[in-house]
């Protein structure tokens, strides 16, 4: 059948558009308001001018980012009741919930104490605004489990039952904490975490290079530093806890994340594919590099091998995931990106120790400080590979073995939803550029270091120490 015609994959594209787009924001909001809240706890704790100068420097992305983040989350739920209007009114009665949650509990907690945040430093009292900051990123991360929560459920559906096309709930608390929900709420939380580590490593890693407060910026590098040698490996081991869930849970992600075409009996490991080169018509790889008994290490199963793992010819056709080698690649290029990143703790960590991050040697370590500024986009990339591995690899089904994708999408004009889709990316590419040049321009500018300090005086607070400043930055008042 011809794409443009086709309603259902047209609202497919749609949504898996308004969500990659979506997900770019969130994923540094959560991890930075953490950091924030570090950041300032610092702060009050020390009264070192740096860490303050930091926190207000640091916010000024979380503003940036939560603002697009809300811009292009809004459609992108509407599309439920517009593009996917079956599958509302099959899942409301939980989903709905679970949803409504997120926005009244979650985000309205975020976006009510964001202004104190903001613009709350020289009208409340320090404590306050440091509980405002706290609240703040708990909303954040509040909105994530409700996601994740309500995400899983569709993954692993649990505490309700199907009455005349309708799913009742019987138990909430089963429902909200379906299979599903712990680890995948952890992997995501560590994951956004991370994210925003190196997001804050690179930025800082460049201004290192630049020899633009290279000391300043040393001392958050550290800081991210510091937190990635316990979130970098943390990542990995809860990422492998989610693959034994779906080893459990669902078999057929699992082959497709493999691309396992035959069933491994009971009482023999698998082999791990290391790379290959699916092919969904002949039912098998064209071309691979696989590890003997690697996934059967993998997954544990050298441990109990009473179960066997099964292929994907042990489905028929219509009831596999499609598109494996996007599936199986995404998955691959999310592990890499992990083992990479505790690489580039480790290495960061060995050279600190060396004392090359002092702050006479910190410039000079050009290769380290490229290193940083290259991973930071990677957790990004890691998030979205991560995000295609579990929504398509849930394929064909929208409610896992409940109910079809195909099933669950509203009965549109092809040409209407071709339209939204058009109108979507249009607005959305203009969203990422404008992104990209006010961040720019936050980092172009610097961190303000002459901003008065709360609750100590009225007069700006200026640090001129050494290496602080280039020649032609500091502040006027330092300079005179």
Known sequence: MDLLSNTVALSRMQFALTAIFHMLWPVLTTGLGIYLVIIEGLWLKTRNPQYYYHARFWAKFYVLNFGIGVASGIPMEFQFGTNWAPLSEAI?????????????????????????????????????????????????????????????????????????????????????????????????????????????????????????????????????????????????????????????????????????????????????????????????????????????????????????VLGLKEWSPENRPKMLGLIYYSFRIMVGIGFFLVALVAVSVLQWLRGKFSP????????????????????????????????????????????RTVDAASNLPPENVLTTLIGFATVYTVLFFAALYFGSRIIRRGPKLDLPIPGESDRPAVDTTPGQFAPDERPAEAQQ
């Open 92 to 308: 409301g009665n939980f989903f709905g919930s679970v949803i409504g949650f997120e926005a009244s509990w979650a985000f309205m907690l975020e976006a009510a104490f964001l202004g104190i945040m903001v613009f709350g430093w020289e009208r409340v009292n320090p404590v306050i605004h440091y509980i405002a900051t706290i609240l703040v990123a708990f909303g954040a991360n509040l909105s994530t489990f409700w996601i994740l929560s309500a995400n899983s459920w569709l993954q692993t559906p649990a505490g309700v039952e199907m009455v005349d096309g309708k799913f009742v709930v019987l138990d909430y608390f089963k429902a909200i904490f379906n299979p599903f929900t712990l680890n995948s709420f952890l992997h995501m939380f560590f994951a956004t975490l991370e994210t925003s580590l190196f997001v804050i490593g690179g930025i800082s890693a460049w201004y290192i290079l630049k020899k633009r407060h290279h000391e300043f910026f040393s001392k958050s590098l550290k800081i991210a530093l510091i937190a990635a040698i316990a979130v970098a490996p943390m990542q990995i081991y809860v990422g492998h806890l989610s693959g034994e869930q779906v080893y459990h849970y669902q078999p057929t992600k699992l082959a497709a994340m493999e691309a396992q075409w035959e069933t491994v009996p009971a009482g023999q490991p698998a082999a791990w594919s290391l790379l290959a080169i699916p092919n969904e018509e002949a039912e098998k790889n064209d071309w691979e590099i696989s590890i003997p008994n690697g996934l059967g290490y993998i997954l544990e199963l050298k441990k109990d091998l009473s179960e066997p």
């Open 360 to 403: 006479e040697n910190i410039a000079q370590q050009g290769w380290l400080m490229w290193g940083w500024i290259l991973s930071a986009p990677l957790g990004y990339i890691a998030v979205e590979a991560g995000w295609t591995v579990r929504c398509v690899g849930r394929q064909p089904w929208t409610v896992y073995n409940e109910i």
